[in-house]
């Protein structure tokens, strides 16, 4: 059962903190290098393993770590850690702001603001690189907040690489500023629809902090 991330266990190995749903891809990958440095002393070919299989496995480590944060002041926050992609005006007077998340970025993503989660759906798609126009199409799954700004769109996008969205929440679930939602595994992208008449404070190329950069300006 899903719950905000006050409350949220994580996974964890050897003291270091792990985003949740890490452990499928984690384990196994921890686990061969783990045996394949245990053998690595009696056994050439054992040794040959032990070097990609050990860099694969800090490799992971460092994807799926989940750092805490102090969560800034503001009334939108970025959800995800990366680089502004672009922003774009919407027809009916939003404005999309999209943040693009290498595999080097944390890809634990927070909420933008305090509120009720109304829905979360996922959309089935492709898998182009995020940072392609068509990725708009790529698989995704749609949030939708009950905010103080009224309702607030945020929709995370599978990349080339990632094949998964982990979503932590569910509907009716209240959430404050910054609470961890979701994982996205692997390279991708996160975009947030600000309200018409919010003034986006960041600019293309820009990079974000999820729970720390501000969207908005006052």
Known sequence: MPHSSS???????????????????????????????SRARRSGRWAALAV??????????????????????GRVISPADGVVQSIMPWKDGRTRVAIFMSPLNVHVNRAPLAGTVTSVE????????AFNKESENNERVVWHFDTELGDIEMVQIAGAVARRIVPYLTADTKV???????????????????????????????????????????
Do not use: C, N
Not at 67 to 73: C, F, G, L, Q
Not at 122 to 129: L, R, S
């Open 7 to 37: 409350s949220a266990h994580r996974d964890s190995l050897a003291g270091v903190r792990l985003a949740r749903g890490a452990s499928p891809w984690l384990l196994p990958t921890v686990a061969t290098a783990a045996v394949s440095l």
């Open 52 to 73: 990609p299989t050990t860099a694969l496995a800090a490799g992971m480590l460092w994807f799926f770590r989940d750092p805490d944060r102090e969560i800034a002041t």
């Open 122 to 129: 996922h959309i089935p798609g492709g898998f182009v690189p």
């Open 176 to 218: 404050e500023q910054g609470d961890r939602i979701g994982l996205i595994r692997f390279g991708s992208r996160v975009d947030v629809y600000l309200p018409e008449g919010v003034e986006v404070a960041v600019e293309v190329g820009q990079k974000t902090t999820a729970g720390v950069t501000r969207l908005d300006r006052d």
